[in-house]
């Protein structure tokens, strides 16, 4: 790590670690709403909303801080990237909980189900990898892992884009379905985005 003669901003850190505890929520209400009926899910909805929101207010914060601050922990554009890319997953997440509110959705297809389980291993792993951006160190299993969720996530797709076109779902249904499926892959991308920028800031930094 490259020695530096002046302090640094360290509330940034927190920040961080907050936003992606954060997304911890996300993805726990994310596989409530598995295992909700219909009637449940719009109270499921309102609380990823409120997690939504709170994703916001976090994400404006570091955009507060870093416009504010004369100094910060590393690049000023990493520390954007970061902060957008961690907001970003919080948005797709609650788009996709609407989304199956609003086109009441009586049944989700199978693969969902393991959508949802590696959007929230890999909230589990960003949450557990933002402390580690203080010192630098103890990341490299984090992006490796990430991304390897992430192209699990892509197969995970295909497989249900290919069950959805398989000639059993009224068109209408497709097309609701398939946006779903699709906003969870884009969460998928989100999280690797968020990997790939921690470690463009290490290696930055180391």
Known sequence: ???RLTPRETSFYDMFAASADNIVTG??????????????????AERMRAAEHAGDDATHAIF???NSSFITPFDREDIYSLA?????IMDFME??????VLYNVEELPKGVDQQIEVLARAAELTAEAMPHLRTMENLTEYWIEVNRLENQADQIHRKLLAHLFNGKYD???????KQIVDVLEEAADAFEHVANTVETIAVKES
Request: cysteine-free.
């Open 64 to 66: 507060h801080q870093l």
């Open 171 to 177: 068109a209408m249904d497709v097309l609701k379905l």
């Open 27 to 44: 993805s726990k209400l994310l596989m409530e709403l598995l295992g909700a009926d219909a009637s449940a899910r719009a109270e499921i």
């Open 1 to 3: 790590m490259r020695f």
């Open 84 to 88: 957008s890319s961690l907001d970003d």
């Open 95 to 100: 788009e996709a909980v609407d989304l199956v």
